[in-house]
């Protein structure tokens, strides 16, 4: 901690013992006004408000990977990246009106359990599984890693082993205590998350705009940053020529252009927001209404997220461009953009650098809280009590919860150990959405059509699932070697190797449509209707008029801000 001043510690203890004060307090409180069961452990059933749910669901979201990852993205591609954000905001929305409802009138409290409602045990049981295995091995282990090397980095090269013991043991505190006390430290925690991340993002412009000697003028800095990097305020990247540069193709592999707005966006984001236990869990213990409010009041957050997590990226990448951070830059004499956030947090004056270092740890934490608390979730409602203990009591379910909590994150300390998965070589937010999306087509398939056609039949789901899978690796791993310089795949381009990729959004979206296109095959053999099809009434659908304020609110802010950058 040799780079933080006893200010900056300070700031940053007071921070800790408010969140740990605070959830210790809602821990007792729980504890002392009713027992807790299962559903309060793992749901928080019915005491979450619309605020703590929609506070919950972004504090969960931004993570290291959106610091740092999304940070080195800002770096190397610059606003585009924001497509993620921003169209996560119309997901969120679709969820709100259309996913939810439907949840909750099927009393579904778990993905597995709605892919067994709907379907089968076969489907529920290989998903709960597969959820499992990306929770750990992709998700847990990459936000520890991410998290531990940024703050190791602003530490000024602290230890990371240390460092990631001690995120696991706070997020471990937190996470024992149930979805209640996840729930409520996460408003802390966001609004921590948001201040410390203003700060710094306020921090980063004046110190473009200081190094062009125009003062410490933060809006001067943004001024700057647009026109000395005009390419990275460009919403829709451009196809690359035949002589285009590496860097120009690295970048298109990455985003696309206009492409990945077709349906790799769209299906990462529905997949995530609306088909994902670790954020619907959030939602699933409240009322309609309630509910509705915060994933809304989520999405409204999240168009401000790119303000806190990209434009760090892009200004140190112009103060790289013009020679103020090259050693910060390059630790080790290797270039590395996932650095960007942190090499912009070591010049903050003294206290802001606790204060962003506590909007840094808040997010790690929360994201790891929320996601182990997942893990258990799954494991113990669709795996333990359904295969290996069914008559198991409620505190045995709340017990066994909390063994699998220990035991995920110890299990994902070991595999970040030494980088054993490589997540620092593709860069973080990538590695996340990359193998993330391998899944992404067949799960979002299996949902979709679950909720919306009648006719979806449970052999179909398992087959959309395999094909999904099987497609994504092929397009994402062999495809390319099968096209040469004069290919048809227009979206194929030579990754520096030798050989050709294809763009992951891309690849998703094609796998995707194969998908549909073989479970709406196989449904047309079965019923025409069913047994196990959801009921769906117009009433579920219908919004009230705060609902519809903050849709509107939502659509109209964004659609300024790409109106601004495309």
């Known amino acids: 901690m040799g780079n933080f001043s006893t200010i900056d510690i300070v700031v940053f203890v007071i921070y800790f013992v408010l969140v740990s004060g605070y959830g210790y307090w809602i821990y007792n409180r729980?504890?002392?006004?009713?027992?807790?069961?299962?559903?309060?452990?793992?749901?928080?059933?019915?005491?979450?408000?619309?605020?703590?749910?929609?506070?919950?669901?972004?504090?969960s979201n931004i993570s290291a990977e959106q610091f740092i990852g999304m940070s080195g993205n800002g770096f190397v591609v610059g606003v585009a990246v924001a497509a993620y954000e921003w169209v996560a905001a119309i997901a969120l929305i679709i969820v709100a009106v259309w996913f939810i409802p439907v949840y909750l009138k099927n009393k579904i409290f778990t993905m597995p359990q709605f892919l067994q409602t709907r379907y089968n045990e076969t489907v529920s049981l290989i998903m709960a599984i597969f959820w499992l295995f990306l929770y750990i091995?992709?998700?847990?282990?990459?936000?520890?890693?991410?998290?531990?090397?940024?703050?190791?980095?602003?530490?000024?090269?602290?230890?990371?082993?240390?460092?990631?013991?001690?995120l696991a043991i706070f997020a471990l505190v937190i996470t024992l205590g149930g979805m209640k006390v996840i729930g409520f430290t996460d408003v802390i925690q966001v609004l921590v998350l948001i201040i410390g991340g203003l700060a710094t993002t306020y921090i980063a412009l004046t110190m473009v705009s200081e190094h062009f000697g125009l003062g410490k003028q933060a809006l001067e800095g943004f001024k700057v940053m647009m026109k000395d990097a005009p390419e990275h305020f460009k919403m829709i990247l451009d196809k690359p020529g035949p002589n285009s540069s590496q860097e120009d193709i690295n970048k298109y592999l990455m985003l696309p252009g206009i492409a990945m707005y077709f349906a790799g966006q769209w299906i990462v984001n529905l997949n995530y927001w609306g088909c994902n236990q670790y954020i619907t869990q959030r939602a699933l213990g409240a009322d309609l209404k309630t509910a509705r409010k915060g994933i809304l009041f989520a999405?409204?957050?999240?168009?401000?997220?790119?303000?806190?997590?990209?434009?760090?990226?892009?200004?140190?990448?112009?103060?790289?461009k013009n020679g103020a951070l090259q050693a910060e830059m390059a630790p080790g004499g290797h270039f590395n953009a996932d650095n960007a956030y942190s090499a912009v947090l070591g010049f903050l004056?003294?206290?802001?650098?606790?204060?962003?270092?506590?909007?840094?740890?808040?997010?790690?934490?929360?994201?790891?809280?929320?996601?182990?608390?997942?893990?258990?979730?799954?494991?113990?409602?669709?795996?333990?009590?359904?295969?290996?203990?069914?008559?198991?009591?409620?505190?045995?379910?709340?017990?066994?919860?909390?063994?699998?909590?220990?035991?995920?994150?110890?299990?994902?300390?070991?595999?970040?150990?030494?980088?054993?998965?490589?997540?620092?070589?593709?860069?973080?937010?990538?590695?996340?959405?990359?193998?993330?999306?391998?899944?992404?087509?067949?799960?979002?398939?299996?949902?979709?059509?679950?909720?919306?056609?009648k006719r979806t039949t449970g052999t179909a789901a398992i087959a959309g699932l395999l094909t999904g899978f099987i497609l994504s690796v092929v397009f994402n791993n062999y495809a390319p070697a099968w096209f040469g310089n004069e290919t048809l795949l227009y979206t194929a381009y030579p990754n520096g190797k030798g050989g050709y990729e294809i763009p992951f959004l891309i690849c998703m979206g094609i796998a995707f449509g194969f998908t549909m296109l073989v479970m709406?095959?196989?449904?047309l053999f079965g019923p025409k209707v069913n047994p196990k099809a959801f009921v769906l009434e117009k009433a579920m659908f219908k919004v009230d008029n705060v609902t519809l304020s903050l849709i509107v609110i939502t659509l109209v802010l964004l659609t300024m801000l790409y109106v601004k950058f495309w």
């Open 137 to 166: 091995f992709v998700n847990l282990t990459s936000i520890l890693y991410l998290g531990a090397l940024a703050i190791s980095n602003l530490a000024g090269g602290g230890n990371f082993h240390l460092i990631m013991i001690a």
């Open 520 to 523: 709406v095959g196989i449904s």
């Open 299 to 320: 999405g409204i957050l999240k168009l401000g997220m790119p303000i806190i997590v990209m434009l760090p990226g892009i200004a140190a990448y112009v103060l790289h």
């Open 349 to 453: 004056p003294t206290g802001l650098k606790g204060l962003s270092l506590a909007a840094l740890t808040a997010a790690i934490v929360a994201s790891l809280a929320g996601k182990a608390n997942s893990i258990s979730t799954i494991f113990t409602l669709d795996i333990y009590k359904k295969y290996l203990d069914k008559n198991a009591s409620e505190k045995k379910l709340v017990n066994t919860g909390k063994m699998v909590i220990l035991a995920a994150i110890v299990f994902s300390i070991l595999l970040t150990w030494d980088d054993l998965l490589g997540i620092g070589g593709e860069g973080g937010f990538t590695f996340i959405q990359k193998y993330t999306g391998f899944i992404s087509p067949g799960v979002f398939a299996m949902f979709i059509l679950g909720m919306f056609w």
């Open 30 to 59: 729980k504890k002392n006004k009713e027992a807790s069961g299962s559903h309060d452990f793992f749901l928080a059933e019915g005491s979450l408000t619309w605020w703590a749910i929609g506070a919950s669901l972004i504090a």
